[in-house]
């Protein structure tokens, strides 16, 4: 690319799906219990959206408060062709947002690393974006050592929390910048592999984004 357009790091936040909290967590799970392991489980929606505009500095969205007017704001920038968003695991965090657009272009860094990074072939340790076993998508932290030589701190207990608290709390504001600013960090480091081209071929698909529908809010 000649003239590649300017990239934001695009990252969402959610309560995790089968969260409780105290006296509710206990009671609920002696219901579980009673039912089938196959039961549904609602899908909670993004809480909170991440745009980093650089290494140095994020935006940090309150989804469940925002009006119309930021969330058209938001649906302007996915479908700006003149913006690249860098996301990891992008599909999941559009499946569950509830802008309606086409987000491109995207350089998704879940799917494109391991095109030049072949150790990444071999580690997938996930079940989704954020680690915990299944032989899946290799986590956040393990792609940013493995493409920038540099070790992230990644709190379970902070990507784990409630999102949908308010207000959130100084952990979780700098776990979801952070989570953001590091995709542009990566993107930086990648732009001198050889193996470059291959990466930005990934950009070619643009991503749907639906408003959401059925879930937990």
């Avoid at 974006?129 to 299944?134: D, F, L, T």
């Amino acid at each position: 690319m000649a003239h590649p357009p300017a990239a934001v790091g695009i990252d969402s936040e959610w309560r995790p799906d089968d969260f409780e909290a105290g006296e509710a967590a206990e009671a609920a799970s002696h219901t579980r219990a009673s039912h089938s392991p196959h039961a549904h489980v609602a899908k909670s929606r993004c809480a909170v959206l991440q745009v980093a505009v650089s290494e140095d500095e994020c935006y940090v969205v309150d989804l469940m408060h925002a009006s119309r007017h930021s969330l058209e704001a938001i649906a302007r920038l996915f479908a700006d062709r003149g913006v690249l968003k860098v996301g990891y695991g992008l599909a999941e965090d559009a499946d569950r947002l509830g802008v309606a657009c086409e987000m491109r272009p995207v350089l998704d860094l879940q799917r494109a690393l391991p095109l030049v990074l072949p150790p990444l072939n071999k580690r997938g340790e996930t079940g989704g974006k954020g680690g915990g076993g299944g032989g899946g998508p290799v986590p956040l932290r393990t792609a940013v050592a493995e493409a920038t030589r540099v070790a992230v701190d990644k709190s379970k207990r902070v990507q784990a929390s409630d999102w949908e608290a308010r207000p959130l709390s100084r952990q979780q504001m700098e776990y979801a910048a952070a989570d953001a600013a590091v995709l542009l960090h990566m993107h930086a480091a990648l732009r001198g592999h050889e193996a470059i081209a291959r990466v930005f071929e990934c950009e070619s698909e643009p991503v749907v984004v639906g408003k959401a529908r059925g879930y937990a809010w």
